[in-house]
């Protein structure tokens, strides 16, 4: 017997009053950018009436996803581990199964084509709102363009698809979504906690590092779509003019062995510091004089609204949805991805011009405060789950949906 068959089927589509969403992630490692917006919303959800547990599948014994459930406790986020052994582990969809019975889920809210995928499959037995996050496709390589194909034909199913950037909207209607199912909602951080509290000085201070010397930071995994080497490159050419600067990468990631090679062949072992990935990465932003984004491919990176946020001034590749964010000469620099000379002909100027880079730090804080607050965005994506459980459920086997116009 199916275990579907051993329980009480739901009524079709559970009513108003069950405001319950459940968001779903597939996570290795200590996670990324995706995972400071789904752990901070319930918090946020909690205040108009929702219950937001998250549902977090992981490979069994990765000492990496310990700091996704640090994140989590810190952030008050009801999360839910699920040991997750691959593809064919289908006590993957069974304990998924009992989570939406148990918690009586309204509204799936998928992060990834295997989440996607796996609410798509559950909803034929539990009916749920179909709502999902489009981060990106950053990773190329191996079995990616299968879990892309996968995803694509997901999003076409799903009621509500969400873009955290205009290239990612544009490249999800090229997919085939309808364009009244999909809805840009860019990132947004919390500027209350993305706020100064030490000055540059303090901070290096507290690292270690000397006062005057100028500080060129980044935050990420240290995958290789971040173009770290390209950013470690532009670095020693600065040092070679006899710049007095230090980078600071905060981030952990399989690039890390290429890395260390690469800054012991260009003898920069005292001037990059690679410093593991962190919990609380605030003191390493606060002790930054410039933040670099070098990657070459993302969606709208959480990293850069904190770096702005926190007054810290910005120069990054113009990829996806960071132009839309950073207006090139007023709140931050924009450089053309993969090149070396372009990430050194625009940090070179701001390593010599304190007052230069205060002006774009003062821009960039204004910038998040005025477009990007994290609970301006939960007010829209709240009202998009209300609407959804306003309107009557999709008939099976129709194309209707939810109109977000």
């Known amino acids: ?34 995972d400071k917006t789904i752990l901070n919303s319930p918090r946020f959800l909690k205040e108009v009436g929702y219950h937001n547990p998250c549902a977090y599948l992981y490979p069994p014994n990765d000492p990496g996803y310990q700091a996704i459930a640090q994140m989590a406790e810190a952030l008050g986020a009801p999360l839910i581990s699920i040991p997750d052994r691959g593809p064919f582990d289908w006590r993957v969809v069974r304990s998924l199964a009992r989570i939406c019975r148990k918690e009586r889920v309204a509204i799936w809210h998928g992060h990834d084509y295997k989440s996607n995928a796996l609410g798509l499959l559950l909803n034929r037995f539990w009916p749920m709102r179909m709502v999902t996050t489009v981060h990106g496709w950053g990773v190329h390589g191996g079995r990616t363009p299968l879990y892309y194909a996968v995803d694509r034909f997901c999003l076409k199913r799903y009621e509500i698809v969400l873009c955290v950037s205009d290239s990612l909207y ?13 809805v840009l909602i860019e990132n ?33 995994r240290l995958s290789a779509e971040k173009g770290y080497d390209l950013l470690i490159r532009a ?3 600065l040092v070679a003019s006899e710049r007095d600067i230090q980078l600071l990468i905060v981030g952990e990631g399989d690039q890390r062995p290429g890395l260390e090679g690469l800054i012991r062949e260009l003898n920069l072992g005292d001037r990059v510091r690679l410093a593991g990935f962190q919990r609380d990465a605030i003191p390493f ?29 910005v120069v990054a590749t113009r990829i996806a949805g960071v132009p839309r964010l950073i207006r090139d000469g007023e709140n931050g620099l924009l450089v053309s991805p993969g090149s070396v000379e372009a990430l050194t002909e625009a940090l070179e100027p701001l390593v010599d011009d304190s007052v230069r880079r205060a002006q774009l730090a ?7 405060e005025t477009h990007h607050g994290f609970a301006a965005r939960m007010d829209k994506i709240r009202g998009i789950y209300d609407r959804l ?16 116009s």
């Open 1 to 34: 017997m199916h275990e579907h068959s051993r329980v009480d089927r739901p009524p079709p589509y559970p009513t108003q009053a069950t405001r319950v969403v459940l968001d779903a992630r597939v996570v290795t490692g200590t996670g990324g950018g995706p």
């Open 170 to 182: 544009e490249a999800c209607i090229k997919f085939g979504v309808p364009k009244d199912r999909c």
């Open 188 to 220: 947004g951080v919390d500027t209350d906690h993305f706020r100064r509290r030490r000055t540059t000085a303090k901070a290096k201070r507290e690292l270690g590092i000397p006062a005057n010397r100028v500080v060129i930071g980044a935050v990420r």
């Open 235 to 237: 670095v020693d050419r």
């Open 285 to 313: 932003f606060e002790a930054m004089d410039l933040f670099a984004l070098s990657s070459l491919r993302e969606g709208l990176p959480n990293v850069v609204l904190e770096a702005m946020a926190l007054e810290v001034p």
């Open 362 to 368: 003062a821009a960039g804080r204004t910038t998040v």
């Open 389 to 404: 459980l306003d309107a009557p459920p999709p008939a099976i086997g129709t194309g209707d949906r939810l109109e977000t």
